[in-house]
């Protein structure tokens, strides 16, 4: 078996064309606006920094209007604070994001939950996890990456109901929330982590494997059960420093049915839900249906 490769940057233009239909309407409405999203940048990390410039390049391409605020890697939380509360305060802005990972001297914490949940499009206010807990669809945002894997998996067909479910990963960002959103579908979920003894074991039982771990190449073929769909959210580099995630794709790519690759998988699919989030969050401001 050759698995499909599940194409997430063609997947995020179709969600990105579609906020772009919408935030035209939006901005066509009596009072209305494009809707905007405030970027926020502490320090020059390289990686962080190409981030953010996808994440523009993204909204120009949505009809979002972006603005980034880029602070010196010495700023101190209190400032931080008090830009947040500005944008908290700004009609203009529909969405807030702080790119992570933030400078030792800031508690990341402190700053999420500082973000007006209103605007709190990365969805990791304790508001947006709390809502995804209880299956409250109408308040909060869903976090943009394991949103951004369940369309992948609706793209390939994949229903999750009734289906064995792994996730490799228990972070807040990708791994708790992504095990909530597949328990929402009615699948029967596993969540492994570093302490989880055996982990091919459990990951052979996999219908659906989301690999969260942040280990270069850590799910071999041996690891993986004939037919399954596999979605590799990690982003690594390798010992040559070239990109990759936690699937090795040459074995893997012989077992499963569906494989989403690294790069041009989950990357390009998280920033179309963060655009689907920003534009969710002026609906809400405009007095709109969510209509994404
Ligand atoms: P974290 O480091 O916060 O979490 C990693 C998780 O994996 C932890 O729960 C950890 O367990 C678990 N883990 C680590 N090593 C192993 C192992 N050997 N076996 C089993 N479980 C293990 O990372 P994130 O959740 O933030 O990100 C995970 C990966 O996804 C990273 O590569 C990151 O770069 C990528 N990512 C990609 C995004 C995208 O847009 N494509 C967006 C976000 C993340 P424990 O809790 O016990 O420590």
């Not at 992948?152 to 929330?177: D, Q, T, W, Y």
């Amino acid at each position: 078996m050759t698995a499909q490769i599940i194409d997430g940057k063609a997947l995020a233009r179709e969600i990105e064309a579609r906020a772009r239909k919408r935030s035209e309407e939006l901005a066509q409405l009596p009072g209305g606006r494009r809707p905007g999203l405030a970027v926020v940048l502490v320090g020059e990390d390289p990686a962080s920094c190409v981030y953010v410039r996808n994440k523009t390049r993204a909204c120009e391409r949505a009809g979002v209007s972006s603005r980034e605020y880029r602070l010196p890697a010495d700023t101190n939380q209190e400032a931080l604070l008090k830009l947040i509360g500005e944008l908290n305060a700004d009609p203009t802005v529909d969405g807030i994001l702080v790119q992570l990972p933030l400078p030792g001297q800031i508690r990341a914490s402190a700053v999420i939950e500082a973000i007006d949940p209103g605007k709190d499009v990365d969805g990791f206010h304790m508001l947006s996890a709390g809502a995804l807990l209880v299956g409250r669809r109408d308040e909060g945002f869903r976090p943009c990456t394991p949103a951004g894997v369940m369309k992948m998996l609706e793209s390939v067909g994949v229903n999750p109901e009734g289906l064995e479910a792994v996730v490799v990963g228990r972070s807040n960002i990708v791994g708790k929330p992504q095990a909530l959103m597949l328990l929402e579908d009615h699948a029967t979920v596993t969540v492994a982590h570093s302490r989880t003894p055996n982990l091919a074991e459990i990951t052979r039982r996999a219908d659906i494997l989301v690999a969260a771990a942040g280990r270069a190449r850590m799910i071999t073929g041996d690891m993986v059960k004939p037919g399954a769909v596999v979605i590799d959210v990690g982003m690594n580099r390798d010992e040559e420093g070239k990109l990759c995630g936690d699937v090795d794709e040459k074995s893997v790519s012989e077992v499963a049915r569906a494989l989403s690759p690294v790069p041009g998988g989950v990357g390009p699919m998280t920033i179309a839900m963060l655009i689907s989030n920003t534009v969710l969050a002026a609906e809400r401001h405009l007095g709109q249906g969510d209509t994404l």
